[in-house]
């Protein structure tokens, strides 16, 4: 079910940046953490980054840590994923996941936004 909704995305040469953006509608939320995973075909999710909502530093992956940057904000329920220095192994379906108060997994999200980066 998809619940969240992604934003931005797009086409990129390989050292460019891009931005994605998600957003959580609406206000009844209890939000632990929001993040990003991504997927490329024939391979499985994984993940990329995610940010606790209570506080804490960003966690990333380490095929995109010092590259990737995560940030959130709070009040409009809304994360954001800056991506530089962009390779095209960076290319996949990127989603947005949250993960709810209580909960030990991501377990709402978004639709997936297409970003490709060519060499």
């Known amino acids: 079910q998809v619940q969240l909704a992604e934003s931005g995305g797009g086409s990129a040469q390989a050292g460019d940046s891009l931005t994605i953006f998600c957003e959580a509608p609406g206000r009844t939320w209890r939000i632990a953490a929001m993040g990003w995973f991504r997927q490329s075909p024939g391979k499985e999710r994984e993940f990329v980054a995610a940010i606790r909502w209570a506080g804490g530093g960003p966690e990333y992956a380490e095929s995109v840590k010092g590259r990737f940057t995560i940030s959130k904000d709070n009040y409009r329920n809304k994360v954001t994923l800056q991506m530089y220095s962009l390779k095209p192994e960076d290319t996949a379906v990127y989603y947005c996941?949250?993960?709810?108060?209580?909960?030990?997994?991501?377990?709402?999200w978004g639709q997936g936004t297409q970003v490709t980066v060519s060499s």
């Open positions: 996941g949250l993960k709810k108060l209580g909960s030990s997994e991501f377990t709402s």
